[in-house]
């Protein structure tokens, strides 16, 4: 492997460019009409307009990525996450064309990726499942069946997506029709495929998932555990390393559950096992899992000391894991935080402008993963992700502590972002405690509120 095209924008695309320059191997990066002045396209040794400001004419095109890649003598693709991180058809396309993928095999994205077939094949190895619909549901008449047989709330779920999109609880029949049109079309928009499937809704739950490697040669370990728990619209906002809320014998049970599944499904590079735990029954239920590095990986990264992406590139090129699971030492904990231009007082609404002020807190303990810059233009055709603000520290109190002193001086002006959000999180009395669960930014800091 020598020159890595990354198939992807932001601070993802920032992230495996600056992993593959610590490895020596030059770098190609793509970028919509949208991304002319994208640090990512400043950074890369070579860079490749690959259409319009649409994701659908750009960044998921299979075809112009590979055709990117070749054009420019790359030998291997990164995805980063998100676009196509997930498609199998990439990662087929890239090996018939001599490409390596920085990622599984495409039966394996298949197996996995399909939330559907994923909750059959975990089934299978004794692993628990939220109880829900077999098969993915076709019409909302289909999904009011498997209602009558168990009891509200329902959630909705995209069988192909991830990232909360293509979600929607449902309390009642009457919100099942709705529900289910703007649900498939969300899928269908972000990920190409509109199938849902139903899973009974669990409210006060923990959302904790396991990050996994594997390579070609035997190896497949786990790297602890993160609480995602905190969330709006199903989607995360800040990230934990550990979980504190799980006992040794849950934890000891949820790692063996995820190196299982990653090992029966023959799986290849970096994952990620998600689960929904109830810490005080001592139950967890598989979710899904991620074939693609994920968002929250740094705050695994600063409590195990490893690099998840050079690692990705290392398995790639066919390199045996350079660590055995009895190596691997959690130590100190990390939060994560993620700074998204929206405006939480408008539920969040994305604000798109140009960065007027920006300037990133420095110090001990501190990490920030951006592709922002003084003057940059956040266009209003993708995600809203300005940066990962990331502490580290040796305990969670320490933690936190660094984690007010650095969002107190994160300044990023010209739009509206989550910063403010995230201060008022960290002094609630309930998120120090850690009493905290996947509603418990609805409950806690309802639109009201947020006003």
């Given at each position: ?92 396309t ?25 909750r059959?094949?975990v ?35 995209a ?19 709705a ?20 899973e ?11 990050q ?38 849950l ?13 029966e ?13 109830d810490?005080d ?39 045996p ?85 650095a969002?107190?001086t ?42």
């Amino acid at each position: 492997m020598n020159r890595v095209l990354v198939a992807n924008r932001g601070e993802i695309a920032v992230r495996v460019i600056r992993a593959c320059k610590s490895l020596g191997l030059e770098t190609v990066a793509v970028f919509s009409e949208a991304d002319r002045g994208s640090l990512h396209a400043r950074l890369a040794d070579r860079a490749l307009c690959i259409g319009p400001a649409r994701a659908a004419e750009s960044y998921l095109d299979v075809n112009a990525v590979v055709t990117a890649a070749k054009g420019s003598g790359c030998d291997a693709v990164h995805p980063g996450y998100g676009f196509l991180a997930e498609n199998p058809i990439l990662a087929e396309t890239c090996l018939g064309h001599g490409l390596t993928f920085v990622g599984p095999s495409a039966e394996v994205i298949r197996l996995m990726g399909d939330k559907v077939a994923a909750r059959r094949f975990v089934t299978k190895l004794g692993v628990p499942v939220v109880s829900g619909s077999e098969e993915p549901m076709q019409s909302a008449g289909e999904v009011m069946a498997v209602a009558a047989g168990t009891e509200y709330p329902l959630l909705l779920k995209a069988a192909a997506g991830g990232g909360g999109r293509g979600m929607r609880v449902v309390r009642s029949a009457a919100e099942i029709p709705a529900a289910f049109e703007q649900a498939r079309a969300e899928a269908q928009a972000a990920f190409g495929d509109g199938r849902l499937y139903v899973e009974r809704y669990l409210a006060r739950v923990r959302h904790v998932e396991v990050q996994v490697l594997a390579d070609d040669h035997g190896a497949c370990l786990h790297l602890g555990e993160r609480d995602c728990s905190l969330q709006r619209r199903h989607q995360k906002l800040l990230e934990e390393a550990p979980c504190e809320a799980l006992s040794e014998t849950l934890r000891r049970e949820i790692l063996e559950a995820a190196t299982a599944i990653a090992r029966e499904a023959g799986y290849r590079n970096a994952g990620t096992v998600e689960f929904l735990v109830d810490p005080d029954r001592g139950r967890y239920y598989f979710l899904e899992m991620n074939t693609r590095i994920q968002v929250e990986h740094p705050v695994t990264e600063m409590v195990t000391g490893l690099d998840l992406v050079a690692a990705q590139l290392r398995i790639a090129a066919g390199e045996p894991l350079a660590v055995r699971q009895s190596d691997v030492r959690v130590r100190g904990h990390a939060i994560e935080c993620r700074i998204n231009a929206e405006a939480p007082e408008a539920d969040f609404r994305p604000s798109p402008g140009t960065l007027s002020a920006w300037r990133m807190p420095e110090g001990e303990g501190i990490r920030v993963d951006t592709h922002c810059y003084l003057g940059y233009a956040v266009p209003p055709f993708y995600d809203s992700l300005l940066a990962k603000l990331i502490v580290s520290a040796p305990g969670r109190a320490e933690a936190l502590g660094r984690l007010r002193r650095a969002l107190d001086t994160f300044v990023a002006q010209g739009v509206s972002t989550t910063i403010p959000f995230h201060r008022r999180i960290v002094d609630d009395p309930a998120f120090v405690a850690g009493d905290v669960h996947t509603r418990w930014i609805e409950d806690t800091f309802g639109r009201a509120t947020l006003r």
